[in-house]
């Protein structure tokens, strides 16, 4: 199951990952973010052990969407060493997230 990253643990569970991270950005009131969560919740389960994937609700976590200029969501978010290398915008495909995560494994 995807984690619940919030501005208290974004820190600890997103920067400080020893593996690659996937961060969607969603809120409820938002129509695609609604269609991505199922799949980001299948990618956790695919990718348990492998890489850490959690959620970051922007209506209850405004600093950390404010720190990565997220203006439009569902926004998803790719880390690697603490640093952005990736993102995707929008509802999109499983394939297209699993691939920019592999990219991050391999």
Same mark, same amino acid.
């Given at each position: 199951m995807a984690l619940e990253i919030t501005d208290a643990n974004f820190e600890e569970l997103v920067l400080k990952s020893d593996k690659p991270v996937l961060v969607d950005?969603?809120?409820e009131w938002c129509g695609p973010c609604r269609m991505v969560g199922p799949v980001v919740e299948e990618i956790a389960k695919e990718y348990d052990g492998k890489a +850490? +994937?959690? @959620? +970051?609700n922007v209506d209850n976590?405004? $600093?950390?969407?404010m720190q990565f200029g997220i203006r439009n969501i569902p926004a998803l978010l790719y880390f690697k060493d603490g640093q952005v290398v990736d993102k995707q915008v929008g509802a999109v495909p499983k394939s297209i997230l699993a691939d920019k995560?592999? @990219? $991050?494994l391999a």
């Open positions: 950005f969603w809120a +850490v +994937v959690g @959620k +970051v976590n405004p $600093q950390i969407s995560l592999n @990219k $991050q």
